[in-house]
């Protein structure tokens, strides 16, 4: 039904920026809220960024300040703009679509793309 694909991950230095894309496939893509998790080798999935269909936005407390999430729905992508990195944002970063259906809940997640932030 919907279809993620992240770009945009690359290594980079500490303190650089850049800008990760989830392009998204799917005729409701607006009424999905959309997240951005995180992954490092050997550790927990955790939840990076969140933009609800209404626009809000929650971020984690270890990149509050650094990281903006956004989203264009007439293109059906979304961004999450990463500044000022630090190594310990190193991570494979995924995109997911989260929608609920009364007590059914749907989850959609891309394939990842790999962040380094190293010298």
């Known amino acids: 039904q919907v279809q993620l694909v992240e770009s945009g991950g690359g290594l980079v230095q500490p303190g650089g920026s850049l800008r990760l894309s989830c392009a998204a496939s799917?005729?409701?893509?607006?009424?999905?809220?959309m997240g951005w998790y995180r992954q490092a080798p050997g550790k927990q999935r955790e939840l990076v960024a969140t933009?609800?269909?209404?626009?809000?936005?929650s971020y984690a407390d270890s990149v509050k300040g650094r990281f903006t999430v956004s989203r264009d729905n007439a293109k059906t992508t979304v961004y999450l703009q990463m500044n000022s990195l630090k190594p310990e944002d190193t991570a494979v970063y995924y995109c997911?679509?989260?929608?609920?259906?009364?007590?059914?809940?749907?989850?959609?997640w891309g394939q990842g793309t790999q962040v380094t932030v190293s010298l």
């Open positions: 997911n679509g989260h929608r609920e259906f009364g007590r059914l809940e749907l989850d959609y």
């Open positions: 799917g005729r409701f893509f607006s009424l999905y809220a």
């Open positions: 933009i609800t269909s209404a626009g809000s936005t």
